[in-house]
């Protein structure tokens, strides 16, 4: 069915999660049902979605969330979600494990996509078995809309324009510095992380593919110069303070680096960008030491049986941060982008969220990505894409009217 014709806005699929009841709980604040925005909560167990559509509306309520039943295992059931809808909003995860079908679905049948997943080498797995269909088909497909890795790839861009409008030029380097951020885990992230160590295991390969920094690419685009992640303590000029390593940055990173790509380089072919968290206060010893214990935390999860018994103390697939965690979290993020000749006109701006990280922002941003997809006059055509390439300012200020984000200069 044509794009325009369909029954739904927006489905959300994996709305009895952690996660996917938190974007259930802003749309339904934010938009209401049965009003402007058409949208559903789909999964694979209809008890829990009864559930959470009762602890969401209370009983009998005028006009009930609609529920569609589907489990991701099904192919075909998968294509008749997304020949209902003009986007689908998954947050069924870890995605390696069961989101591949949901992406081919979409690919195939002209229909949007965002999700939460920080699994380079899943991405890069879909990008390769599904661009040529979706470019076809005219679906955008969108991973990385939470926390990985919107504040970078919207940061950066950010950051760019505001350097651009100032002095005419792209930045040569962006650095992202978090500052300070305040929240939890959930059950599933914890999930996709140790799977994604299972799966380096099974297949050694995958380590190359998630260390290479430009491993989101295009295939044969042209690559820069950065170098790997950062694993020890490094003194930052721009910044006069020591920076450790942040656990994000193997994704962030690699989605803003494609992003540049897909802008066709709006930012330049030798343009650089890393992420790391600023050890404010503390010394070159204290820092790395820091840095070391991080080291080694990593390096114990990546031992099978370590990791077997860590994932008994931490939360389970459905559990996560509670409210009072969530509302009381934040996030604060300084990028620096260095002017390409002149360091008096480098530009600092600044990202921050309402919510924690993982939980309360990345549900609002989630969502909003998924309501853009839907009824914003984009001007990308259907294939892979980024945040910023697929979305870009119109997003940003999306996030800043609803969803608590906000982009300032300082
Ligand atoms: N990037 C970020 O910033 C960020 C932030 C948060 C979460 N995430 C990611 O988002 C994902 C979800 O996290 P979470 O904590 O919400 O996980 P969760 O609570 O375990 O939720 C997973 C959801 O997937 C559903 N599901 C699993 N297998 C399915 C199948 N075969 N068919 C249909 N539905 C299926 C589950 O359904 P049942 O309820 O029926 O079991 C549940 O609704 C994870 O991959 C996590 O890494 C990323």
Redesign the pocket.
Known sequence: MPVQEREYDIIL????????RLVAEYLLAQYGIGGDLRWAMA???EA?LESIRLQLQGYEPAAPIPILV????DASAMAGLASQTRVICT?????AL?GSSVVEACAHNGTHYCD???EVQWMRRMIDAHQAAAAASGARIVH?C???SIPSDLGVLFAQNTMQEAHGVAARRVKYRVTGFGGGL????L???LNMMEEVKQDPGLADVMADPYALNPQGAPTGSDVNDQTGAIYDEDFASWTLPFMMAGINTRVVRRSNALLDFAWGEDFNYDEAVLAEGKGALQSKITALAMTAGTNALSIGPLRGLASRFMPK????PDQETREQGYYNILLHANHPDDMEKDIRVKVSGDMD???GS?SKMLAECAVCLARDNLTVSGGFWTPASAMGTRLIERLQQNAGVSFTVE
């Open positions: 699929l994996g709305a009895s999660g952690f996660t996917g999964g694979r167990n829990k589907a489990d991701t295992s947050t069924v995860g870890p995605y069961y939460l997943t920080g990385t939470g926390f990985d959930s059950g599933g992230t999930a996709s992380m697939p459905g559990e996560g990280p993982g939980y990345t």
